[in-house]
């Protein structure tokens, strides 16, 4: 079975610092999804790699794969408090499953 | 529709009672997913279906548990004879194609088994 593990589970950071989530799989795969989650909410999708190498760039968020390393990062920029939520990462199989990690709660505080 | 829709948004059971958990996927979406998120977890697959058709189940924790799409649009869950360890948020998603298109989630149906 396919593994996703995130690091960090729980991110506390300033208004307009850096910093970076991890996400980490267990079996190849070149077709990966983050997703942002609300309190309370449903799932919103951010971003879809889907080849090595792919970088997307939303705002004050990047999403990059790597997937000889199998692994995704999503570098946060100059954080405001709008981006507090849990960030999802997703990794499709070859049976179309979605693979979650456990999230990374991230509070962005002033 | 706008989005994918499902009712009811929350439900309470007692235990042992049988529940039926609905989803409306956006118009003209091929491949539908059912999910099951505990509390500050992530969404762990339950079941997917591509039209009618129900491909993989492999994430079905019991034979309580059952998933249909008759018409290859709106899709069923249904737990028979709920346990505690039910209470979860069941979320529905679809998406346009069977493969490498996003996915767009539902708001979920928070279970309660009391």
């Known amino acids: 079975e396919l593994k996703v593990e995130q690091n960090p589970l729980f991110l506390s950071m300033q208004e307009g610092k850096n910093y970076t989530i991890y996400c980490n799989y267990s079996t190849t795969s070149d077709r990966l999804y983050w997703y942002r989650q609300d309190p309370g909410k449903s799932l919103e999708s951010l971003f879809v790699?889907?080849?090595?190498?792919a970088v997307k760039q939303e705002g004050r968020l990047m999403a990059s794969l790597d997937t000889k390393a199998r692994l995704s990062t999503l570098h946060i920029t100059a954080a405001v408090h709008d981006l507090s939520a849990t960030y999802f990462c997703a990794v499709e199989n070859t049976g179309n499953q979605f693979y979650f990690g456990t999230g990374t709660s991230l509070t962005v505080i002033p | 529709g706008a989005g994918v829709s499902q009712s009811p948004r929350y439900k309470v059971a007692k235990r042992g009672q049988d529940v039926a958990l609905r989803c409306d996927p956006i118009?003209?979406?091929?491949?539908l997913f059912w999910y099951q998120q505990a509390l500050g977890q992530g969404p762990e697959f339950l079941t997917y279906f591509q039209n009618e058709a129900q491909l993989d189940k492999s994430g079905l924790p019991s034979d309580r548990f059952f998933a249909e799409r008759p018409e290859g649009s709106v899709s069923t869950l249904k737990i028979q004879r709920t346990q505690q360890e039910d209470s979860a948020v069941y979320l529905c998603?679809?998406?346009?194609?069977?493969?490498?298109?996003?996915?767009?989630f539902g708001q979920g149906t928070r279970l309660t088994v009391v």
């Open positions: 118009s003209g979406h091929v491949s």
């Open positions: 998603a679809s998406r346009q194609g069977p493969v490498n298109t996003e996915a767009f």
């Open positions: 790699l889907l080849s090595n190498g």
